[in-house]
């Protein structure tokens, strides 16, 4: 069975930039696309990029205003989400998700298959 495991998440201070990783194992990141959603406390779920399978595909949320870029690996199987400019709204959990799914389609309410366990990452001063 396929897993997906996050890890890069850490406490830095507003401005300051941070690479968030996602290892998949079980499956191919050559057919699946890996979906980053993050919760913070008390707030609604938020999808935050996609990275389609098999061609590459990106999605990013509004929200993000360009400040995050999506990229995979597919010889290492993973997927990086590098995001400067960091916000303390960006606050959260983060949680790298797979499934196969056309990014083009995605929506914030979609439903990946498979989640990670989440990495935290707080910006503050």
């Known amino acids: 069975q396929g897993q997906v495991v996050e890890s890069g998440g850490d406490l830095v201070q507003p401005g300051e930039s941070l690479r968030l990783s996602c290892a998949a194992t079980g499956f191919t990141l050559r057919d699946y696309a890996i979906g980053w959603i993050r919760q913070a406390p008390g707030k609604e779920r938020e999808g935050v990029s996609c990275i389609s399978g098999r061609d590459g595909f990106t999605y990013y949320a509004d929200s993000i205003e360009n400040r995050f870029t999506i990229s995979k690996d597919n010889a290492k199987n993973m997927v990086f989400l590098q995001m400067s400019s960091l916000k303390p709204e960006d606050t959260a959990t983060y949680y790298c998700?797979?499934?196969?799914?056309?990014?083009?389609?995605?929506?914030?309410?979609?439903?990946?298959?498979?989640w990670g366990r989440g990495t935290q990452v707080t910006v503050s001063s």
């Open positions: 998700a797979a499934d196969l799914i056309d990014c083009r389609v995605y929506t914030d309410n979609y439903n990946f298959g498979t």
